[in-house]
């Protein structure tokens, strides 16, 4: 799968509709109980980028970053404005926002994870694609400078250390991210007519593994 390190113009996502998506089989029983399962251990995001067209102009944009991927062929980065930081919306990025790892003395690769928590239940979302220059990370409630004790891998979501954390020492990092996301049509079909009338074209996006 081909990727675009470019992110969707932010101002033109900023007003789409979308979110996680998971998927459940759920069989009924003959006693009236249910059996449920799910294949994937990861939720999937959708959204649709024709919600966010204000402008002919931002029609224009659109199309021509659509064009550049070839429609469906090529992956890029997508801005969910509900959930772009490691901390709460109305918060500042700290070092201390997530906990990402603990060390054991030797390894030095850890993945950036965003943790999703209600009641007892948890579920740890991989983060693989860091904002550039967003990226904040602390040992024990250290922090610890980039280019200087540790690098990230901005296609991955990777942190590794130049030197292995101690052993029990508990990694945290603070980060903006956006989504790897790609096209889920091959056709984008507008109207200046409708448009101006107050309709807008239906641009579906789905979230990419990577």
């Known amino acids: 799968m081909t990727f675009h390190d470019i992110r969707f113009p932010a101002n033109l996502s900023f007003g789409s509709v979308g979110g996680p998506e998971r998927r459940t089989e759920i069989v009924t029983l003959a006693n009236g109980f249910e059996e449920r399962n799910t294949p994937w251990a990861h ?61 054991n003395g030797e390894a030095t690769q850890f993945q950036l994870v965003k943790t999703y928590a209600s009641g007892e239940a948890r579920y740890e979302r991989p983060i693989k694609k860091p904002v550039s ?58 109207s200046v007519a409708s448009f101006q009338a107050g309709e807008v074209p239906s641009v579906p996006v789905v979230e990419v593994r990577v």
């Open 43 to 103: 939720s999937r995001r959708r959204y649709d980028a024709g919600l966010g067209m204000r402008s002919l102009e931002d029609i224009e944009a659109l199309i021509a970053f659509f064009e550049a991927r070839q429609g469906q062929v090529n992956g890029f980065r997508w801005k969910d404005w509900s959930d772009y930081k490691s901390c709460r919306a109305g918060a500042a990025v700290s070092h201390d926002d997530q906990i990402i790892g603990v060390g």
């Open 133 to 190: 220059g967003t990226v904040l990370v602390a040992v024990d409630g250290a922090q610890v400078f980039e280019a200087v004790d540790w690098s990230v891998d901005l296609s991955a979501g990777v942190i590794t250390f130049f030197n292995p954390p101690g052993d029990g020492a508990q990694i945290t990092a603070g980060f903006e991210f956006d989504v790897p996301v790609r096209f889920d049509t091959d056709r984008i079909a507008t």
